[in-house]
């Protein structure tokens, strides 16, 4: 039978930071299409259940060290000889202004969420040159939109869309996609602290336009239509999967 050349069934893919909310509804949208998984994550435990309920081969790692990085990409290149996308999941959180932030907070959320991204990217792209294939990077709607003690975790999300953009620039002619999703506020174990009593919740939904936070499945759909390889002419693309967030000011009722 010939194959469908836009279906994800038999396509390696490498998710960073699978075991996160979304990396999670990620992992189980790409499997129930029949893809192959090469998961990533820092904590054991949870990295083995979810490989293992999905049949997945986990790689235990830190993705602000370059060489557990390079690991991670050379275990799903070489458990199937072949490698189709790579998603970049690792963030954090800090919701601080800048004369608040400390050093080391504003390290640890530039480490955390553009130095990995950018140690996936440089450890991919030897791997994926021959190919091709689509690179997929989490940045935030607080990126493009100026949200008062957000400026350690914007400048880090907005850098990845500078990487991203780049990164599509240097390597379009080796067929590689590189794109960005820029979520609104999701419901995960990382916002918790900001959706924990209905007073913090009700102030957080006002902020999207929709009316609702996000649920991992949202952004998740989107970082799969991303890989799919029906989108091999989409790079260097933002796409703002946040309740009108960033674009959009709607006039209370």
């Not at 997945?56 to 072949?82: C, E, K, S, Y």
């Not at 919701?95 to 400390?102: D, G, I, M, Q, S």
Request: charge should be neutral; charged fraction near 15%; hydrophobic fraction near 45%.
């Amino acid at each position: 039978m010939a194959s469908d050349p836009e279906c994800v069934m038999g396509k390696v893919f490498l998710v960073v930071g699978a075991t996160g909310g979304i990396g999670t509804a990620l992992s189980n949208r790409l499997a129930a299409d029949g893809a192959s998984l090469v998961l990533a994550a820092r904590q054991e435990e949870p990295l083995q259940q979810l490989a293992t309920r999905l049949g997945a081969v986990p790689v235990m790692g830190d993705a602000t060290q370059p060489d557990d990085v390079q690991r991670m990409i050379d275990t799903a290149a070489n458990r199937f000889d072949r490698l189709d996308g790579v998603v970049h999941l690792p963030g954090s959180l800090l919701l601080k202004p800048a004369h608040r932030t400390t050093d080391e907070e504003w390290q640890h959320t530039i480490a955390t969420n553009l130095t990995s991204a950018f140690n996936v990217i440089r450890a991919a792209i030897p791997r994926l040159r021959s190919a091709g294939g689509s690179i997929v990077l989490i940045s935030s709607g607080a990126a493009q939109l100026g949200l008062a003690n957000h400026e350690a975790i914007a400048a880090a999300k907005a850098g990845l869309i500078g990487l991203a953009k780049s990164a599509a620039a240097s390597y379009a002619r080796n067929g590689i996609r590189v794109n960005t999703v820029a979520p609104g506020l999701v419901q995960t174990g990382l916002t918790a602290s900001l959706t924990a009593n209905d007073l913090s919740a009700r102030a957080s939904e006002a902020l999207h336009p929709l009316g609702r936070l996000g649920e991992p499945e949202d952004v998740a759909s989107a970082v799969a239509w991303f890989l799919h390889p029906a989108q091999q002419w989409v790079t260097g693309q933002v796409l703002g999967v946040d309740g009108g967030l960033a674009s959009l000011k709607v006039r209370a009722s």
